[in-house]
């Protein structure tokens, strides 16, 4: 997928995996191609699109099956991976929770161009466990799903709860 990019075999669920992999790697080129064009920035052919624009990770939304909010270039893109999601740099192994099915359709009632929603729970370097949601769209002109946006939905309890945790054994 290194060299091909976004393209029409890739499911929903291969483009997750192959940013949280790259991210990891610190290969943040790769997030950034397979996150989704704004929709002001996209042209009616390839070679009319602006293509040096993303969507932001931490502020977009879909409406309508249709990305909307603010956008980076790669320099913003980056840092805004490296202050916001550093968990995703520091990632030691992974696993999908719910449906993690290729395409989510849902036994037939979803079409496969509609959106996907994934949750990833992340394990870090540092023991820390990490639920992350990621939303696609389906973009019409590389005909492939894109990541929209990705939220955090809950960290490790004990670093910002102390006492929650696990507790060693005490005799009363």
Same mark, same amino acid.
Not at 48 to 56: E, G
């Given at each position: 997928m290194q060299q091909d990019g976004p393209h029409h075999t890739v499911t929903p669920r291969d483009v997750v995996e192959f940013v949280i992999t790259e991210t990891c790697k610190g290969n943040l080129s790769q997030a950034f191609k397979f996150t989704a064009i704004p929709v002001m920035k996209q042209g009616c052919h390839k070679s009319?699109?602006?293509?040096?624009? +993303?969507?932001?990770w931490e502020k977009?939304?879909?409406?309508?099956?249709?990305?909307s909010g603010p956008f980076n270039d790669y320099a913003g893109f980056e840092s805004m991976v490296r202050s916001r999601y550093s968990a995703l740099l520091d990632t030691?192994?992974? +696993?999908?929770?719910?449906d993690d099915s290729s395409w989510q359709s849902k036994n037939g009632l979803e079409k496969e161009t509609a959106v996907k929603e994934y949750v990833v729970e992340l394990k870090t370097e540092k023991e820390a466990h990490y639920l992350i949601k990621f939303k696609l769209v389906y973009d019409w002109l590389v005909f492939c799903h894109l990541v929209v946006s990705v939220s955090v939905l809950s960290a490790d309890p004990s670093r910002f709860f102390p006492g929650t945790g696990e507790q060693p054994d005490m005799d009363i």
């Open positions: 009319s699109t602006d293509w040096t624009q +993303r969507m932001s977009s939304r879909v409406i309508s099956g249709v990305p030691e192994g992974f +696993r999908f929770v719910g």
